[in-house]
């Protein structure tokens, strides 16, 4: 399987002759991803400007129209309805789906999950009172992301992805719902229904110590850690996490585990 990483929460998978992206967003996203004639399962987790509103960009784009027909949309009825509202994908390759429900493309079997979205501002008054104030700082910076969202499904429901392929491969996507607010029986009932050789999330600094918990809980193989906001953060001279160092602490807790920290987009593995 070669793994991708494109920044924030975009991750692709090229496995049996099938490409799965999930919430493909940035510059490292080329037309080169869509120019082969094998099938793309685009999965997005939800509704936010960075998994919505770019791939409907990215898909309307003129360059993308002669790739289309081997295109498929996965994610909640809301979003798949708004990233599809001109009608660039044939009714046959959008597949809105809920919690709990299934999918099957060219034998790969894709499953929703629901989970809670990691919290935007960090624990403790102080703390958010900084946070909020490095956001003044940058008004116009705040005020256009912001309005990317108005028109936006923002309220769609947070779906995990569950992927098993036909030669028993499984990948569990949690992106950006393992934090410290986390609900344990959550992460039970998906550890007890949805078991993944492979486990992708994203991290936050202020998640990182309740980060074991989950994993342990989990139990996958391979772990595949990244920043999700962290172009956000830079933007904003917010605090980020040393993905490395953070990596090697959680190897040497779960030794049966292989982590792998995705921080350089366009990086393979």
């Known amino acids: 399987m070669n793994i991708h990483y494109y920044n924030w929460s975009g991750i692709s998978l090229q496995h049996a002759d099938v490409l799965i992206g999930f919430d493909l967003y940035g510059e490292a996203v080329t037309w080169d991803i869509l120019k082969n004639n094998q099938p793309k399962l685009f999965c997005v987790t939800h509704g936010h400007p960075e998994h919505a509103g770019s791939l409907q960009k990215f898909l309307e784009a003129p360059e993308a129209r002669p790739y289309l027909e081997n295109v498929h949309l996965i994610s909640s009825p809301a979003v798949t309805a708004h990233i599809n509202r001109r009608h660039i994908l044939s009714p046959a390759n959008v597949h809105g789906i809920k919690a709990g429900e299934s999918i ?130 830079d933007l904003f001279h917010l605090p980020s996490i040393d993905l490395e160092t953070y990596s090697h602490r959680l190897q040497s807790q779960f030794q049966a585990m292989v982590f792998h920290p995705l921080t350089q987009p366009g990086g393979t593995l």
């Open 104 to 233: 099957t493309l060219n034998a790969i079997k894709i499953t929703a999950f629901t989970w809670v979205h990691m919290p935007l501002l960090p624990p403790g008054f102080k703390h958010k009172v900084e946070y909020l104030l490095q956001l003044a700082l940058h008004p116009f910076d705040l005020l256009r992301i912001g309005s990317q969202g108005l028109r936006l499904p923002m309220n769609a429901p947070q779906l995990g992805f569950h992927v098993r392929y036909p030669d028993g491969t499984t990948v569990l996507n949690y992106a950006e719902g393992v934090h410290r607010l986390t609900n344990p029986q959550e992460v039970q009932q998906v550890a007890q229904n949805l078991p993944a050789d492979m486990l992708f999330f994203a991290v936050e600094p202020d998640d990182a110590e309740a980060i074991p918990r989950w994993v342990q809980m989990l139990a996958p193989k391979r772990v595949y850690l990244y920043e999700a906001h962290r172009p956000w953060r």
